[in-house]
T-cell receptor
Framework: AQKITQTQPGMFVQEKEAVTLDCTYD???????LFWYKQPSSGEMIFLIY??????QNATEGRYSLNFQKARKSANLVISASQLGDSAMYFC???????????FGAGTILRVKS | DAGVIQSPRHEVTEMGQEVTLRCKPI?????LFWYRQTMMRGLELLIY????????DSGMPEDRFSAKMPNASFSTLKIQPSEPRDSAVYFC????????????FGQGTRLTVV
């Protein structure tokens, strides 16, 4: 069964600095996708970035990048130049190609300090 | 497209009453997911559909919960009878195949059972 682990319940980062949010996963599938979502205090779920299991390059989207280490089964999110508006809950998720089930980790609360 | 539409946004009901949550996915999306979010359990996948057919309902907590998708543009999640421990935010999300595409979330329904 697929499983996502986010070991950091909460993180603090100083404004303008970079922060890494950890995510490890477990799957027996060879083909899968990894996603990061942001949930601000308003409650909506916002898609940030996607990494496919066969992608050789790490995904990047603006200030977001995904540090994908397939052998270690980790998919950490890196946010560069943190902004106050980055304060939110961040979820890592995985979707296996077989069945297309989308499962989320427990989330990490990020607080950006000014 | 207006995105995934959920109704109602807020629901307060008394214990023992039937509750029906509604979801309209994005047109053309063939996957629909129902999630429940609580502080204690995080974001749990309850059930998901592919082309209106339930694929995996292993996350449905008990027989009091049921979900249907009578057509491609509508799904319901019903709780009967409701209990205080069902209080949570319920999200509906939809996506396309394949698994490399992100799921788009509705705004959620905040359910309070008193």
């Amino acid at each position: 069964a697929q499983k996502i682990t986010q070991t950091q319940p909460g993180m603090f980062v100083q404004e303008k600095e970079a922060v890494t949010l950890d995510c490890t996963y477990d799957t027996s599938d060879q083909s899968y996708g990894l996603f990061w979502y942001k949930q601000p205090s308003s409650g909506e779920m916002i898609f940030l970035i996607y990494q496919g299991s066969y992608d050789e390059q790490n995904a990047t989207e603006g200030r977001y990048s995904l540090n994908f280490q397939k052998a270690r089964k980790s998919a950490n999110l890196v946010i560069s130049a943190s902004q106050l508006g980055d304060s939110a809950m961040y979820f890592c998720a995985m979707r296996e190609e077989y069945g297309n089930k989308l499962v989320f980790g427990a989330g990490t609360i990020l607080r950006v300090k000014s | 497209d207006a995105g995934v539409i959920q109704s109602p946004r807020h629901e307060v009901t008394e214990m023992g009453q039937e509750v029906t949550l509604r979801c309209k996915p994005i047109s053309g999306h063939d996957y629909l997911f129902w999630y429940r979010q609580t502080m204690m359990r995080g974001l749990e996948l309850l059930i998901y559909f592919n082309n209106n057919v339930p694929i995996d309902d292993s996350g449905m907590p008990e027989d009091r919960f049921s979900a249907k998708m009578p057509n491609a543009s509508f799904s319901t999640l019903k709780i009967q009878p409701s209990e205080p421990r069902d209080s949570a935010v319920y999200f509906c999300a939809s996506s396309l195949t394949p698994g490399s595409t992100e799921a788009f979330f509705g705004q959620g329904t905040r359910l309070t059972v008193v």
